[in-house]
């Protein structure tokens, strides 16, 4: 069974920090690209970063130089770095594995910016 489990969400100030951590199980994760999307209240889902499986990355214009994806193969886990946080990142962010044949999402996780 394949599952992606996101965490690390939470409430942080403007200007702060928060890291987001996926964790999947039932996929050889080497193979797979991976995914962050986000979905904030009454808005689309949207693109937030990408890296491949060999580790070339690519962000939304609203999240470069901010926000920074990674994944540690060992542990078939991915992340992502948030900083510099605005209220306008308030949203769930949801983890995605891509496949040549396959394509797996979490359940999500709420990041909320306020103060």
């Known amino acids: 069974q394949v599952q992606l489990v996101e965490s690390g969400g939470g409430l942080v100030q403007p200007g702060g920090s928060l890291r987001l951590s996926c964790t999947a199980s039932g996929i050889d994760f080497r193979i797979y690209n991976m995914a962050w999307y986000r979905q904030a209240p009454g808005k689309e889902r949207e693109f937030v970063a990408t890296i491949t499986s060999i580790g070339v990355t690519n962000y939304a214009d609203s999240v470069k130089g901010r926000f920074t994806i990674s994944r540690d193969d060992a542990k078939n886990m991915a992340y992502l770095q948030m900083n510099s946080l605005k209220p306008e990142d308030t949203a769930v962010y949801f983890c995605?594995?891509?496949?040549?044949?396959?394509?797996?999402w979490g359940q999500g996780t709420q990041v909320t910016v306020s103060s």
């Open positions: 995605r594995g891509i496949g040549a044949r396959n394509d797996y």
